[in-house]
């Protein structure tokens, strides 16, 4: 166990009668770790414990030899980017930042505000107010915010809603570029995103870890179980439901489709299976057996 | 520090830059600027009352700032930063202490523009500088503390409740935290069915912390409501929100850590406890309401139920003189030496002293502790032996308390008249007395001595006091008066014209050629009453323009204690700096007839009533000032309230007939002055000999001077 691993143990956390974390555990090494599930799987309840944000109940929670038990010690090495994101509309980006770096204890503010605003490529918009920025640029902000004050920390939970397959690519080599000097968490919904990105991924559902390891110890959790076969537009439209449909593609000879299944296909050859698929195999056999 | 700093400053700027709080900065000043301007001779001659008249403001301003604070908490949660800035080392905190003090910051702001305001039109008034002062610490207690309190309010919802209700609570608490709070306990004591009204009527004082009633005008004797208990109960308030936010901010900041915590609750602890320490002192009286229109209703209670004196009025003995240390700072404490001679052989002496005042001990001339009992308005010293005829001593009688709702003696200002026992007297009276005639009210009992007494007093209170007696030096008096001594103290003024010293409220402003009418037309009024029926007007050189407090019927506005008068302040109208002189022969007349024997029959006002009328007949506009058929219309108006209670309607019938007659034999004999004079002459000297003078003497009267 490394004196740099994030350790949970037993996380639990209560709203009301409602457990929103059920007994989460989990070990995150440096380098980008990924927190993957449905939508109301716990993921930003999760980062937001993370975060400093929610209490809770757990039997270990710290980073190295910080404990959530002193919030204020996670704080000082934390960034935090979270879901829904903006900062007072009518400042503008340099003062906004430089705000923030004055509230993180940064010794040289407008140093450490270039340098955050080069990082992200917004050092032409410096003098903009943060009420006429795109969402492009407001989510490089707010990485920009987050990584002031070099946190080894950085929480970034669903960083790529709602960019543009650019704008996302962009972001995901930022991320990958800071994940040499701190641990990144990232929270997604979005695959693509974590297979791009993470070295470790844990699936949630339901408050509960479904699994948890590197990308390709997941990817073999799916193995055998990816079926490709090539239908008929007939065939295609007669498919029993039954069937789990990963992915389907209309070619010149009819649909290729994709397909998630225990029992041998009639005409189907197995495929490599891809993150997307340990997902939703996990999500479907766990999943369910957690509901 | 640094920290704070920084983000008080962008507090400050976001605040600054925010549209909604220049409007309402706008509007409130504009409130005011369009008030005085409508009110122009208010700015110039009532100028107080420009500033209580901000009462409405008040009212609305604390809605607007609990508003304030609640937004400038929800911002972040509105701008979706909140997580960043509380996930941040001491984000939370330094952001909540950075809000506190730009909130502080906002109202300073206000509160700055609005003092600017007010002192602008005093310096077009001419106002005393003492006002300045006095205003200042008006704007403190009643803008500045109040809207930080309903800010920290704000702040402490929306930290604490996340859903929607915060909006209806606001309301709700709007209306608690106002003078419409009484709507609250209005209902509450309708569920207790009164029971608890007292305590009820406590909360609602406690709980408002803006003017206790938004339509009260300007009291000139009492001055801005400023005792030292509306300051605890605000910095109660203050203290305690700013430890709950604190707390929270510790607690969330610091979630596992307990220093912090029990070192705010220690620090908090004395200042709250200081507070609470303040606040549970001895009540003093307060003027919560206008006790000049409406009778104290805790004197009414008290003398319905406590109609007769406790002991028999013996007249065994007379009061010397007096040495009193008098301190009115809170609540009244006095030790005075009081020299006495028997006039007939006793073994007890009974005084009189207002019930307010709990005697604490009496000793003797040889320091010994003498036994005593206390009932009500008297108490009755017991000696172990007969005090035998002509023997003079002294005894030392320690007392403290409240005075009354009508004659109050706090920090703030006092108004003790001679006539109200504040003072023990020798004998046994009510202070008040409980009047169920026709117009059922209460009335103070004229307690006039009319013995020579040598008086000493040393004072600790609001300064300046104007009192009968003479200043010896900064806190020291003395002096001989045969009907007690008054003390008026606080915001008051001195104007000396000719022999006559005048006394008035320093906020009556611009008032010096009415003064001077009052000197001029007081002693032509006199003049003319001593021509007319043959007596002197004796009222001494010293005039005490004050807040009398005034009876629904009966308006007593002129007390005549021979050496002094107090005359009621309305007389002086300063809008037209001229004085009411119409009022003043009635006045001037009740003061010489009313006595403590004579003192609950309304027949002994109807001799001024007379008077007036006929003075105002030959002298100024009857059709303005007709008083006698004035009353007529007031007790037939009377009657028709009370048609159902027909003992009531003979008995008003009766006065109404009287009156009517007086009015009738005036008027055909107004030609003849002699013999009107010659009738109210008469009447006049038969009330003085016979204090059993009725309504049916006065018809025999009548009725003999017809036939003649």
Redesign the interface.
């Known amino acids: 166990m490394s004196m740099n691993n994030i350790v949970i143990k037993n996380l639990n956390k209560y709203y009301g009668d409602f457990k929103a974390l059920s007994n989460i555990s989990l070990e995150i090494k440096p380098g980008i770790f990924g927190l993957l599930g449905p939508n109301g799987a716990g993921k930003t309840t999760l980062i937001?414990i993370l975060?400093?944000?929610l209490?809770c109940e757990y039997e270990e929670m710290r980073f190295g030899e910080l404990n959530w038990?002193?919030?204020?010690s996670i704080?000082?090495i934390?960034g935090?980017?979270?879901q829904?994101?903006?900062?007072?509309?009518?400042?503008s980006v340099e003062d906004a930042l430089e705000?923030?770096a004055?509230?993180?204890?940064t010794s040289n503010v407008d140093e450490e505000v270039n340098r955050c605003l080069y990082r992200v490529n917004l050092a032409g918009e410096r003098k903009k107010k943060i009420k006429a920025l795109s969402g492009g640029m407001l989510r490089r902000f707010g990485i920009a915010?987050a990584i002031i004050g070099n946190p080894k920390l950085i929480i970034v939970d669903e960083p790529t809603t709602g960019l543009d397959p650019e704008e996302r690519i962009k972001f995901r080599n930022l991320l990958k570029d800071l994940s040499r000097d701190a641990t990144i968490i990232i929270s997604t919904h979005i695959v693509e995103d974590i297979e791009a990105i993470c070295q470790e991924v844990a699936i949630l559902d339901k408050g509960q870890v479904l699994i948890t390891g590197t990308i390709p110890e997941l990817k073999r959790t799916a193995e055998n179980k990816v079926w490709k076969v090539k239908l008929s537009e007939d065939e295609y439209r007669n498919m029993p439901s039954s069937l789990e449909t990963i992915r389907s593609t209309y070619t010149d000879d009819g649909y290729e489709i994709r397909l998630l299944s225990e029992n041998t296909i009639k005409r189907g050859v197995k495929d490599e299976p891809t993150l997307e698929d340990c997902y939703l195999y996990t999500i479907k056999t766990k999943g369910h057996k957690v509901g | 520090m640094r920290r704070i700093w920084n983000c008080y400053c962008l507090e400050v700027r976001l605040l600054m830059t925010n549209l909604i709080y220049w409007a309402a900065n706008l509007i409130g000043i504009a409130y005011m600027i369009v008030s005085m301007a409508v009110n122009k001779n208010s700015v110039l001659y009532e100028p107080c009352q420009t500033l209580t008249s901000s009462a409405y403001l008040v009212f609305a301003g604390i809605f607007a700032f609990m508003v304030l604070g609640f937004y400038m908490v929800r911002i972040e949660k509105a701008n979706y930063c909140d997580e960043i800035f509380y996930s941040l080392p001491k984000g939370f905190s330094s952001k909540i202490i950075s809000k506190i003090l730009a909130l502080i910051t906002g109202v300073i702001v206000f509160t700055l523009l609005f003092t600017i305001e007010i002192y602008i039109s005093y310096a077009i008034a001419k106002v005393e500088p003492i006002i300045y002062w006095k205003s200042f610490l008006y704007i403190i207690l009643y803008l500045t503390i109040p809207f930080i309190i309903c800010g920290f309010i704000g702040m402490l919802l929306a930290l604490t409740i996340k859903s929607r209700a915060s909006y209806s609570l606001m309301i709700i608490l709007w209306i608690l935290l106002t003078s419409s709070n009484e709507l609250i306990f209005d209902v509450l004591g309708g569920i207790t069915r009164g029971r608890g009204t007292k305590l009820l009527e406590k909360m609602a004082f406690f709980f408002n912390i803006g003017q206790t009633d938004i339509s009260l005008s300007y009291q000139n004797t009492y001055g801005f409501p400023l005792e030292m208990q509306r300051w605890y109960i605000k910095f109660f308030m203050l203290s305690l929100l700013l430890f709950v936010i604190l707390f929270l901010v510790v607690s969330k900041n610091y979630n596992k850590t307990k220093k912090p915590k029990i070192l705010i609750t220690i620090i908090f602890s004395f200042i709250i406890g200081f507070n609470v320490y303040g606040f549970m002192l001895p009540t003093q009286v307060l003027k919560t309401n206008d006790v000049s229109e409406n009778p104290g209703w805790d004197e009414r209670d008290y003398y319905i139920q406590n109609r007769e004196a406790n002991y028999a009025n013996e007249h065994n003995f007379n009061i010397k003189a007096y040495d009193i240390k008098l301190s009115t700072i809170h609540q009244i404490k006095s030790e005075t030496k009081i020299d006495y001679i028997i006039t007939e052989e006793t073994d007890n002496l009974v005084f009189t002293l207002f019930h307010g005042f709990r005697v604490k001990e009496i000793k003797n001339s040889r320091n010994e502790y003498l036994d005593f009992e206390q009932k009500g308005d008297q108490f009755k010293i017991k000696f172990n032996s007969k005090l035998s005829k002509d023997q003079e001593d002294y005894i030392i009688v320690k007392y403290e308390g409240n005075s009354s709702a009508y004659y109050f003696a706090n920090e703030q200002s006092v108004f003790l008249p001679a006539d109200f026992p504040w003072l023990p007297i020798e004998g046994s009276y009510n202070a008040f007395t409980f009047v169920d005639t026709f117009s059922t009210t209460i009335l103070t009992t004229p307690l006039n001595r009319n013995k020579e007494t040598k008086y000493k007093l040393q004072y600790k209170g609001p300064k300046t006091l104007c009192t009968n007696l003479n200043k010896v030096n900064k806190d020291t008096w003395e002096g001989t008066a045969n009907n007690g001594v008054t003390l008026v103290g606080g915001m008051m003024k001195e104007k000396k014209i000719g022999e006559d010293t005048i006394y008035y409220p320093v906020s009556i402003n611009n008032i010096d050629k009415a003064l001077n009418e009052y000197i001029e037309e007081g002693q032509n009024i006199r003049k003319q009453i001593e021509k007319d029926l043959e007596y002197k007007v004796d009222n001494g050189n010293k005039h005490f323009f004050v807040d009398i407090p005034k009876d629904y019927f009966l308006s007593v506005n002129l007390l005549n204690f021979k050496d002094h008068i107090i005359i009621d302040e309305s007389y002086l109208n300063n809008v037209h700096n001229k004085i009411s002189k119409e009022y003043l022969p009635r006045q001037i007349i009740n003061s010489d007839v009313i006595n403590i024997e004579n003192y609950s029959k309304d027949i002994t006002y109807l001799l001024g009533y007379a008077y007036e009328y006929w003075y105002n007949l030959r002298f100024t506009n009857i059709e303005i000032y007709n008083i006698l058929e004035d009353n007529i219309e007031n007790l037939k108006q009377l009657m028709e309230w009370d048609k159902e209670d027909l003992n009531k309607c003979k008995q008003i019938e009766k006065e109404i007939r009287i009156r009517e007659s007086v009015k009738d034999y005036i008027d055909k004999n107004k030609d003849d002055e002699k013999k009107v004079n010659n009738f109210l002459k008469k009447w006049f000297r038969e009330m003085k000999d016979n204090s059993n003078f009725t309504s049916d003497n006065l018809e025999v009267l009548l009725n003999e001077e017809e036939s003649r």
């Open positions: 937001r975060a400093t944000l209490p038990r002193d919030g204020e704080r000082e934390l935090y980017l979270p829904k994101f903006s900062m007072y509309k009518n400042l705000h923030i004055v509230l993180k204890g915010q």
